[in-house]
């Protein structure tokens, strides 16, 4: 896997390199012909207009239109083969980018949710352009060379001209390259940040207006995009006086070679079809300039979008462990789970102080933390997204330590549905149902978790449309719907996370019904980190933590009698 910015662009470019060469070849076939044509225009006045000969005329017409019929196809198919490369690159890097997020062991990256949408769509998109960007530099490479070529046969002091000033001219517009790569490199990094924000300012929106918290949100969001505007702007001003400085170079060389045919016509040394010729020339001369002027400024944006790419790329994951293979699982000769049993030993992570919490089979668990820092660092450790140093403890499922299970064994046996759960454009049915379920669980998921309510109120049940990131749904219908997701998931072991804190009460005793009614069964086990009252009743018995250590066992009505703290954080 490519872990710089470089790394990325030279693998685009050889794993497309045929459709590369072909289409350089045809581009550099189109400039040829285009460099040509005032080398034509100028054999058809000595050949034909000045000697009156309607024969060769005919001819060179003939020839022209000929010139003209390769160079418009030639730069068709040249750009139709590139547009194909660009767009599968494009693909391919999304693709690439979307498996790293998506990779169960997670991604050790400081990146937001929103910079990651940014770098899988714009950032790849934009790292694809490597391709048009060598392709057009062979094709503008060879109208110099040709042009060059073609003044040194006319007069040799012209084309010298060309084969010194060109080279002249490209060394100037390198050493501006670095500094507009940092500008396009700053300025990309402060519009993810800004449209990451964006992101999450939209996602939260109702939360805001419940706190008031909407201007404070607004003035945040108006100092990022501020960021954002100068680090644009600074980016315009440097390619603003990059064109300018290069375009004036490039216009002056052609101005001189223009102005030097001209002399020559006069004293005599170049014929009138040879200075119509190297006036066309001249001419043509602006052309290529300009695009080789233009590269290093699509080059430096190209850059910066490839070093994010593989900022991504190259993140190494929260935890170790080989990448997950469905299809090598079954080989895998380490232990598997054999039971839905859950053990952790003297854990410390974040704010947890080694702890110890074990959960049998058929058992549900209730776990209180009085500290909300305590309940996060507990769910972290659950969901195997954090590395844990074997000198902070040992969780074990089914009796085994996770370290020695394989990843995509841990996966299918543990599954954490956090409070802050995402859900997704598509319908209720897409949103709950993300793998193989039958009916009778779907419905059963359905009910226990009240998700019923929901579909009752419009028409289409099930297949209600719901908007990115569940926007169009309520909060309590957005956690019941994900509560319902993991429910229908049926995993050996479920860790639910808050799951019914935007529920009223009696919806919230009608799904502590269901879930421990739902989960049932000697083959599964429920781990429940809440403070509700109504989940906790139907725990067979709860932890207590507190500042990051297990302070009370027992029963949710044992607790409840004897415990003065456990009933006032919980039953207040």
């Excluded at 190494?316 to 380490?334: Q, S, Y």
């Excluded at 793998?435 to 419009?458: C, F, K, N, Q, W």
Aim: glycine share 10%.
């Amino acid at each position: 896997m490519a872990t710089s910015g470089g790394g990325v662009l030279r693998r685009a470019l050889v794993r497309h390199r045929a459709r590369m060469i072909g289409s350089s070849l045809l581009f550099c076939l189109h400039q040829f012909c285009e460099t040509m044509v005032p080398v034509a225009i100028g054999i058809i006045v000595s050949c034909a207009v000045e000697t009156g000969d309607v024969t060769a005329m005919l001819l060179s017409l003939v020839g022209l239109a000929a010139l003209f019929v390769v160079l418009s196809f030639a730069y068709r198919i040249g750009a139709r083969i590139i547009v194909v490369a660009i767009e599968r690159e494009a693909h391919l890097l999304r693709v690439e980018v979307a498996r790293t997020v998506l990779d169960p062991r997670g991604i050790d990256t400081e990146l937001s949710a929103g910079e990651l949408l940014t770098v899988g769509t714009s950032d790849a998109e934009k790292t694809s352009w490597i391709l048009d960007v060598v392709a057009r530099s062979a094709s503008a490479t060879t109208a110099l060379v040709v042009t060059a070529v073609a003044l040194l046969v006319v007069d040799v002091p012209l084309g010298l001209a060309v084969v010194i000033g060109t080279p002249l001219l490209l060394l100037v517009l390198q050493w501006c390259a670095p500094v507009l790569t940092r500008a396009a490199t700053a300025s990309q990094t402060e519009i993810a940040r800004v449209s990451g924000l964006a992101t999450d300012l939209v996602g939260g929106v109702r939360p805001l207006r419940g706190i008031g918290g909407e201007g404070a949100a607004a003035r945040r969001y108006a100092e990022a995009s501020r960021r954002a505007l100068d680090a644009t702007l600074r980016l315009a001003r440097g390619n603003s006086a990059y064109l300018g400085l290069s375009a004036t170079v490039g216009s002056l060389l052609a101005a001189g070679v223009a102005g030097g045919a001209g002399y020559l016509a006069l004293t005599g040394r170049l014929t009138l079809g040879e200075l119509v010729t190297v006036v066309g020339l001249a001419q043509f001369l602006v052309e290529p300039l300009s695009s080789l002027s233009r590269l290093p400024g699509v080059t430096a944006v190209v850059r910066g979008s490839a070093d994010r790419v593989a900022t991504v790329l190259g993140a190494p994951p929260l935890v170790e462990g080989a990448v997950p293979d469905p299809d090598a699982a079954a080989t895998d000769a380490r232990p598997s789970v054999r039971a839905p049993r859950l053990d952790l030993h003297a854990v410390a992570h974040g704010s947890l102080r080694g702890i110890d919490l074990d959960v049998a089979p058929g058992e549900t668990v209730g776990v209180v933390a009085y500290r909300p820092a305590d309940a996060e660092s507990l769910v972290s450790v659950l969901s195997g997204q954090v590395p844990l140093d074997p000198s902070a403890g040992r969780v074990g499922v089914g009796g085994t330590d996770v370290r020695e299970l394989p990843l995509t064994e841990v996966r299918r046996t543990v599954l954490v549905e956090p409070h802050a759960a995402d859900l997704f454009a598509g319908t209720v049915r897409t949103n709950i149902v993300t793998r193989a379920a039958d009916e009778a669980r779907l419905d059963a998921a359905v009910t226990a978790s009240a998700v019923t309510d929901l579909i009752d109120l419009h028409e289409a049940g099930l297949d209600h449309p719901v908007t990115d990131r569940g926007a169009s749904l309520s909060g309590g219908q957005r956690q019941r719907v994900a509560l319902a997701r993991a429910l229908a998931a049926d995993p050996p072991l479920l860790v639910l996370h808050d799951p019914t804190t935007a529920v009223d009460s009696v919806t919230e005793h009608a799904i502590a019904d269901g879930i421990r009614t739902l989960r049932a069964g000697p083959d599964r086990a429920t781990v429940v980190v809440s403070t509700s009252p109504a989940l906790l009743a139907v725990t067979d018995r709860v932890v207590v933590i507190d500042d990051g250590r297990v302070v009370a066992r027992g029963t949710h009505r044992s607790l409840s009698t004897t415990d003065p703290t456990y009933r006032e954080r919980v039953l207040r």
